[in-house]
């Protein structure tokens, strides 16, 4: 075997790739920090402060009349919920959803979207009119990514100077994400130095990602070979 060539070979492509292993170690060490200084996302149910308190009496309406109010087919579910101190049932059925208010039977128009807003502006520890909602999100984004899992979501955004943003899933009646920022700035460079996010379209980024794995794979055999062809000649 010509060792000046395998020597050759392994410094040159060693070299390129290098910036791989140098890229990931140090995106690796980004994701301790961010493990260590960022608060892990929040648990289902667990969304700060204390709800508006259940009166069963307040429900006036039966399950009943609430599901034939709604006019929602196949129903699969009733939940009981108090938003903006009123009670309401939120019925849902295949691909529908109703809110029903317990006292009266109206149905409502926004309920969804205002108990969502409860839910942020008590885990944010701020007045209701605080939390803004800015997006509502039927598909994964570029900071929502599908690791949060939970869809649909609404979006709230305090402005408190840190840029400070919630994600609310009404399903779980909890903050599916909290971030800010810092915390999202921290989270974008390892998103995009590791797992190269900036690559919008998944097939050309995985594409990349098996050619730079596929060099430092190709650098590591020649390193090896080169190592047992020269021991070889020494011995």
Same mark, same amino acid.
């Given at each position: 075997?010509?060792?000046?060539?395998?020597?050759?070979?392994?410094?040159?492509?060693?070299?390129?790739?290098?910036?791989?292993?140098?890229?990931?170690?140090?995106?690796?060490?980004?994701?301790?920090?961010?493990?260590?200084?960022?608060?892990?996302?929040?648990?289902?149910?667990?969304?700060?402060?204390?709800?508006?308190?259940?009166?069963?009496?307040?429900?006036?309406?039966?399950?009943?009349?609430?599901?034939?109010?709604?006019?929602?087919?196949?129903?699969?579910?009733?939940?009981?919920?108090?938003?903006?101190?009123?009670?309401?049932?939120?019925?849902?059925?295949?691909?529908?959803?109703?809110? #029903?208010?317990? !006292?009266?039977?109206?149905?409502?128009?926004? /309920?969804?979207? *205002? =108990? $969502?807003?409860?839910?942020?502006?008590? +885990?944010?520890?701020?007045?209701?009119?605080?939390?803004?909602?800015?997006?509502?999100?039927?598909?994964?984004?570029?900071?929502?990514?599908?690791?949060?899992?939970?869809?649909?979501?609404?979006?709230?955004?305090?402005?408190?100077?840190?840029?400070?943003?919630?994600?609310?899933?009404?399903?779980?009646?909890? #903050?599916?994400? !909290?971030?800010?920022?810092?915390?999202?700035? /921290?989270?974008? *460079? =390892? $998103?995009?130095?590791?797992?190269?996010? +900036?690559?919008?379209?998944?097939?050309?980024?995985?594409?990349?990602?098996?050619?730079?794995?596929?060099?430092?794979?190709?650098?590591?055999?020649?390193?090896?070979?080169?190592?047992?062809?020269?021991?070889?000649?020494?011995?």
């Amino acid at each position: 075997m010509n060792t000046r060539l395998l020597r050759r070979l392994h410094r040159w492509i060693a070299l390129g790739f290098s910036l791989v292993v140098f890229a990931s170690a140090g995106s690796g060490v980004i994701h301790i920090v961010m493990a260590r200084t960022q608060a892990p996302p929040p648990k289902a149910g667990a969304s700060g402060g204390e709800a508006a308190v259940f009166d069963p009496g307040a429900w006036k309406l039966s399950p009943a009349d609430a599901v034939k109010a709604s006019q929602v087919a196949g129903v699969t579910g009733i939940n009981l919920r108090i938003i903006g101190g009123e009670p309401w049932y939120v019925i849902r059925g295949k691909g529908k959803m109703a809110y #029903v208010n317990g !006292a009266d039977g109206r149905i409502g128009a926004d /309920e969804d979207a *205002l =108990f $969502a807003r409860e839910i942020a502006a008590r +885990f944010l520890h701020c007045d209701r009119d605080e939390a803004r909602q800015t997006a509502y999100l039927t598909a994964y984004t570029t900071e929502y990514i599908n690791i949060f899992r939970l869809l649909p979501v609404y979006r709230f955004d305090r402005d408190d100077g840190k840029g400070t943003r919630v994600y609310v899933s009404t399903a779980t009646e909890s #903050v599916t994400r !909290a971030t800010d920022d810092g915390k999202q700035f /921290e989270a974008n *460079l =390892f $998103a995009n130095v590791h797992k190269l996010m +900036f690559l919008p379209n998944r097939d050309a980024r995985d594409g990349a990602l098996l050619f730079l794995m596929g060099g430092l794979l190709l650098a590591s055999a020649l390193g090896i070979a080169l190592f047992f062809v020269t021991r070889s000649r020494k011995e």
